[in-house]
């Protein structure tokens, strides 16, 4: 279990090592309390500054000047960084078996913050170097064993996102119009939502076609007959969203050309029996 000392957060078992090791010589100097730390640690290669990579083996603790006059000075801090280091040394000891890694360690910069380093070689020989930097609720978090790799916490907040997204659409399923839809996810991890709605549309240029093709009354009537199916299905369209009022007007503006071209032809049609009664008379 974690607990926090001053600013860090360390276990309970660091916090009971780290008092029974508090000296009374709270004075010493900074180097002093390296080679404190050097007695205390002995399986730990202590060194002075805040540069990462700059060590060889799977034990390293680099720890500020600054902390170290800390710890010096103030025999709480002195307790507070002591339990941090035994945490750090557990931590360097279970990953110390990786087969893949070269060297590790951690850095204690003068702001009391936590960094972890290591260097990695593959198969290809080349070596990898990564740099940790973690918050103190981070470092509790490891330290109570719920804390992975940062790699595999971005796969999980993906498949959560992933999750949530599909469960979305899920939830529209049975939307009037709600044809269904697809996740997708880019290199950054960014998640998209595609859904596929069900749409009514009026084809007017095909309708157009089919009434200057018409010839006579008849052909009106049954492109009359078309267009009145057409706009049944734009009006339950509008009301399930499936369409706006554009497409019922188109289809109403081609009823009125369909309605004024059939009394063109109806009038010219009367015209021609008309004349073609004369012509019998005479």
Same mark, same amino acid.
């Not at 790799?149 to 599909?166: C, F, G, M, P, V």
């Not at 009359?224 to 369209?237: P, S």
């Given at each position: 279990?974690?607990?926090?000392?001053?600013?860090?957060? @360390?276990?309970?078992?660091?916090?009971?090592?780290?008092?029974?090791?508090?000296?009374?010589?709270?004075?010493?100097?900074?180097?002093?309390?390296?080679?404190?730390?050097? $007695? !205390?640690?002995?399986? @730990?290669?202590?060194?002075?500054g805040?540069?990462?990579?700059?060590?060889?083996?799977?034990?390293?603790?680099?720890?500020?000047?600054?902390?170290?006059?800390q710890?010096?000075?103030?025999?709480e801090?002195?307790?507070?960084?002591?339990?941090?280091?035994?945490?750090?040394?557990?931590?360097?000891?279970?990953?110390?078996?990786?087969?893949?890694?070269?060297?590790?360690g951690?850095?204690?910069?003068?702001?009391?913050?936590?960094?972890?380093?290591?260097?990695?070689?593959?198969?290809?020989?080349? $070596?990898?170097?990564?740099?940790l930097?973690?918050?103190?609720?981070?470092?509790?978090? $490891?330290?109570?064993g719920?804390?992975?790799?940062?790699?595999?916490?971005?796969?999980?907040?993906?498949a959560?996102?992933?999750?949530?997204?599909?469960?979305?659409?899920?939830?529209?399923?049975?939307?009037?119009?709600f044809?269904?839809?697809? @996740?997708?996810?880019?290199?950054?991890?960014?998640?998209?939502?595609?859904?596929?709605?069900?749409?009514?549309?009026?084809?007017?240029?095909?309708?157009?076609?089919?009434?200057?093709?018409?010839?006579?009354?008849g052909?009106?009537?049954?492109?009359?007959?078309?267009?009145?199916?057409?706009?049944?299905?734009?009006?339950?369209?509008?009301?399930?969203?499936?369409?706006?009022?554009?497409?019922?007007?188109?289809?109403?503006?081609?009823?009125?050309?369909?309605?004024?071209?059939?009394?063109?032809?109806?009038?010219?049609?009367?015209? !021609?029996?008309?004349?073609?009664?004369?012509?019998?008379?005479?």
């Amino acid at each position: 279990m974690a607990v926090k000392v001053g600013n860090s957060y @360390v276990s309970e078992a660091a916090l009971n090592y780290a008092q029974s090791q508090v000296k009374e010589d709270s004075k010493s100097k900074s180097g002093s309390v390296i080679n404190e730390l050097s $007695r !205390q640690f002995k399986d @730990v290669r202590f060194t002075v500054g805040t540069q990462p990579f700059n060590g060889k083996g799977n034990n390293n603790i680099s720890i500020s000047p600054h902390i170290l006059r800390q710890m010096a000075d103030d025999p709480e801090k002195r307790l507070e960084y002591e339990a941090l280091i035994y945490d750090c040394q557990q931590e360097l000891k279970t990953s110390a078996n990786r087969p893949s890694l070269s060297a590790q360690g951690f850095i204690i910069g003068s702001d009391g913050g936590l960094r972890k380093w290591s260097i990695s070689k593959g198969d290809t020989g080349k $070596r990898t170097r990564i740099l940790l930097n973690m918050t103190e609720e981070e470092f509790k978090q $490891r330290l109570a064993g719920r804390l992975p790799d940062k790699e595999l916490t971005k796969r999980q907040e993906i498949a959560e996102k992933i999750k949530s997204a599909n469960d979305y659409l899920k939830s529209r399923e049975g939307e009037i119009g709600f044809q269904g839809g697809s @996740v997708s996810v880019d290199k950054d991890g960014n998640i998209s939502i595609t859904s596929i709605k069900a749409t009514v549309t009026f084809n007017e240029s095909k309708r157009a076609a089919q009434l200057a093709a018409a010839k006579s009354v008849g052909d009106i009537r049954k492109l009359l007959k078309i267009l009145q199916d057409d706009l049944e299905d734009c009006e339950a369209g509008l009301q399930n969203n499936m369409c706006d009022e554009a497409e019922v007007k188109k289809v109403k503006n081609m009823i009125e050309r369909a309605q004024s071209r059939m009394n063109e032809l109806s009038t010219k049609e009367d015209n !021609q029996n008309n004349n073609l009664s004369i012509d019998l008379l005479i």
